[in-house]
């Protein structure tokens, strides 16, 4: 056993004191650090495994990139999968992650515990989502809660640009909708601004924005009727006229 500065070593070499190794040191054998820090002023490469335990307070693992250069970069084999660049950005399935997020790959979020899966809060006055297939469609979420189906800049609480098909198999509405200030309550329209209008008071228009009776149609009516029923039943629960049908010169029938 060799001692230096150390007149009782224990082991075949003990040293105390401080060591400069101008060279190679091969270990075939377990290494050991004991001490406050270990600094390694070079690069690690193929190592076999690298576990970290930790028992005191803090992180197990600090990385502190000082110049502005990557941080982290983890692959599989060739293929990245996570890396943190300079700038705070974090891309999984990318090496140059384009938002603090940017993931590559589908998502999956499975939620077990009584909270919220997923909350996104937007504290500017920008675009809260943007979900878009490859043709730039999808679902936009503007400020104010509006929502965008098809329509990047939506107006309303809901806009819709495409076709919309509900199918409720449910002993339930299908479709409700309450108007609880005193505006119109559907609009329903084609392109020459024609089609129904319902106001408040259940008025509804039919090629008449603003109708003003109960049911209001401009236009021609067809009744076609193969049930063994009556094809049109008008019940006058009041001392009123029950009907009126007449020309543009006020000519017809009064019931």
């Known amino acids: 056993r060799i001692g230096i500065n150390s007149s009782l070593p224990v082991n075949a070499l003990d040293v105390i004191g401080n060591v400069d190794v101008l060279g190679s040191v091969t270990i075939s054998a377990d290494l050991t650090v004991n001490g406050t820090t270990t600094t390694l002023n070079t690069a690690t490469y193929q190592t076999e495994k690298v576990e970290i335990i930790s028992y005191t307070k803090g992180p197990a693992l600090s990385v502190n990139q000082l110049n502005a250069e990557n941080i982290m970069m983890l692959y599989d084999d060739s293929n990245i999968v996570l890396a943190v660049t300079d700038g705070r950005k974090v891309g999984i ?135 063994l029923r009556t094809a049109l039943y008008v019940k006058q629960v009041v001392a009123e006229e029950i009907a009126n049908i007449y020309d543009s010169n006020e000519l017809g029938m009064t019931i």
């Open 93 to 227: 399935n990318t090496e140059i992650p384009e938002r603090e997020l940017d993931i590559k790959g589908a998502v999956q979020i499975e939620n077990n515990a009584d909270t919220i899966a997923l909350r996104l809060k937007q504290i500017t006055h920008q675009t809260i989502l943007s979900l878009n297939d490859s043709n730039e469609l999808g679902l936009t979420m503007l400020q104010g809660g509006r929502i965008g189906i098809n329509e990047s800049n939506p107006t309303h609480i809901l806009d819709i640009e495409g076709d919309v098909e509900i199918v409720n198999s449910n002993l339930r509405t299908a479709l409700y909708v309450k108007q609880v200030v005193a505006e119109e309550v559907a609009n329903i329209y084609d392109s020459n601004e024609l089609g129904m209008t319902i106001l408040q008071g259940g008025r509804i228009g039919i090629n008449e924005s603003n109708p003003s009776h109960i049911l209001d149609i401009e236009g021609d009516v067809e009744i076609v009727n193969s049930n």
